[in-house]
């Protein structure tokens, strides 16, 4: 009878594991491509993108229903994005691109998000998306939590981690630590079964140490409940910058 019991919880862990896994393969999270985090240009380009293949196009999102699209600048004011268009690549799919000119040395911290209330035929949804931009070296405040419902909040910026070091986060739920899984993908990694290649947990005070083990453009993805999600991007090179 035990062993009946036991293999009975053994198929329900699987089950409930195989099912969170391929949700989480098929969700839409809310990401922002930028093409260069070491920015120099006088113009920094941000483009909001709601799909779950990073970085790629998916489906369309306007800036209506985006609840804000902003920056935080290196001291920490932020500042709304006005100059928007849509870079369409279909009828429905394609990006919602913003520029701003930076104006100081520094590192601004992107950020947009949209919610979506429930009704009976969908659940309550929100997804909150932000992105690191330096522009040489200055004061920064990507630290600072925003007060999103969920966020990802990086403790050292990443123009200062190199291939194959940590990169720690902290993750908070209505302004509480969240132990929960941090997932992380990066440009020219693809699977439509399984858009994340590696992933970590964060412990009871929301801590979560993820190794880079390579350079390039990286997407970190947190989801707690039904639909809640927020995504952090980043560029790390092979040395230190």
């Given at each position: 009878m035990k062993k009946e019991i036991k293999k009975?919880?053994?198929?329900?862990?699987?089950?409930?594991?195989?099912?969170?896994?391929?949700?989480?393969?098929?969700?839409?999270?809310?990401?922002?491509?930028?093409?260069?985090?070491t920015s120099t240009k006088e113009k920094i380009i941000a483009k909001v993108v709601f799909g779950h293949n990073f970085p790629y196009y998916d489906i369309l999102i306007s800036r209506d229903s985006l609840a804000e699209f902003s920056y935080l600048d290196p001291e920490g004011q932020k500042k709304i994005i006005t100059n928007t268009w849509e870079d369409k690549t279909g009828?429905?799919?394609?990006?919602?691109?913003?520029?701003?000119?930076?104006?100081?040395?520094?590192?601004?911290?992107i950020t947009a998000y949209r919610k979506v209330k429930g009704d009976r035929q969908h659940v309550a949804s929100e997804k909150y998306a932000k992105s690191i931009v330096s522009v040489g070296e200055g004061k920064s405040s990507i630290s600072k939590p925003l007060g999103h419902r969920?966020?990802?909040?990086?403790?050292?910026?990443?123009?200062?981690?190199?291939?194959?070091d940590?990169?720690?986060v902290k993750i908070l739920f209505?302004?509480?630590?969240?132990?929960?899984?941090?997932?992380?993908?990066?440009?020219?990694?693809?699977?439509?079964?399984?858009?994340?290649?590696?992933?970590?947990?964060?412990?009871?005070?929301?801590?979560?140490?993820?190794?880079?083990p390579q350079a390039g453009i990286?997407?970190?993805?947190?989801n707690h409940k039904v639909d809640f999600s927020a995504s952090l991007t980043f560029q790390v090179f092979e040395g230190s910058k």
């Open positions: 009975c919880i053994i198929i329900l862990l699987a089950s409930s594991m195989y099912f969170i896994m391929t949700g989480l393969s098929f969700a839409h999270d809310l990401w922002i491509n930028v093409d260069n985090h009828d429905r799919s394609g990006a919602l691109v913003g520029e701003f000119i930076p104006d100081q040395k520094g590192s601004y911290l969920i966020e990802i909040i990086p403790l050292k910026d990443p123009k200062d981690i190199k291939a194959g940590n990169i720690s209505e302004g509480k630590p969240l132990s929960t899984y941090l997932y992380a993908t990066y440009a020219g990694y693809y699977s439509e079964d399984e858009p994340f290649p590696f992933f970590t947990k964060s412990n009871e005070d929301g801590i979560a140490n993820l190794k880079i990286y997407m970190l993805v947190c």
